[in-house]
């Protein structure tokens, strides 16, 4: 139980374009998702916590305007990387937590972007 | 707040000889704590977790933790490491209480094992 699928695995774009990134539960209901950035060699770093229905929450220094985050289901976040930029080439991680599973996140698989 | 430190970026051990990965850990509540493995290119898998009840925790893959408050320590022990335990390993800490608290990582420690 308690698995969170990530699609797409991997995306290559030219700059400037927009990519979306789907994080989905698929058997628990995820009141809570959580969107990582992870660089080559280091550690999670927490983007943004979206509950189901509401506004996503930003950590300082992420741009809500560049980082668009939907969190419209209860088994469904999207996170739009907008007017894509080399510089915004990382591995991206979704985490969900459910009411179910109280304190603990759940990660998916992530999605490796890579902006040409 | 909370914070994490992992002692060690890098840890190299041959194989079938034991692991020890260190965690200290630093929060105002109740903390929750946890290890994850992360292989190259693949997302977080739990390796186990601690969330008050007893100090020693076992895991998967014959991992176990050991949770001391007095020295605010979550280190991650195995007693023979094997080929595929080579990856990243990330001690976290959840302030716990709320369900709303977040997670915070450490920075990680590449586990490199040898024949």
């Known amino acids: 139980g308690a698995v969170v699928s990530q699609h797409p695995s991997w995306v290559i774009c030219k700059s400037g374009t927009s990519v979306k990134i789907e994080c989905r539960s698929l058997?628990?209901?995820?009141?809570?998702m959580f969107w990582y950035r992870q660089f080559p060699k280091q550690s999670l770093m927490l983007m943004a916590t979206s509950n189901e229905g509401s506004k996503a929450t930003y950590e300082q220094g992420v741009e809500k305007d560049k980082f668009l985050i939907n969190h419209a289901s209860l088994t469904l976040s999207t996170l739009t990387v907008t007017s894509a930029h080399p510089e915004d080439s990382s591995f991206y991680i979704c985490?969900?937590?459910?009411?179910?599973?109280?304190?603990?996140?759940?990660f998916g698989p992530g999605t490796r972007l890579t902006v040409l | 707040a909370q914070s994490v430190t992992q002692l060690d970026s890098h840890v190299s051990v041959s194989e079938g000889t034991p692991v020890l990965l260190r965690c200290n850990y630093s929060s105002s509540y109740s903390p929750s704590l946890f290890w994850y493995v992360q292989h190259p290119n693949k997302g977080l898998q739990l390796l186990l977790k601690y969330t008050s009840a007893a100090t020693l925790v076992k895991g998967i893959n014959g991992f176990e933790a050991e949770f001391k408050k007095s020295e605010t320590s979550f280190h991650l022990t195995k007693p023979s490491a094997h080929m595929s335990d080579a990856a990243e390993y990330f001690c976290v800490v959840s302030d716990g209480g709320s369900g709303y608290s977040t997670l915070t990582f450490g920075k990680g420690t590449m586990l490199l094992v040898s024949p």
């Open positions: 985490s969900a937590r459910g009411l179910v599973t109280y304190n603990e996140q759940f």
């Open positions: 058997d628990f209901q995820a009141t809570t």
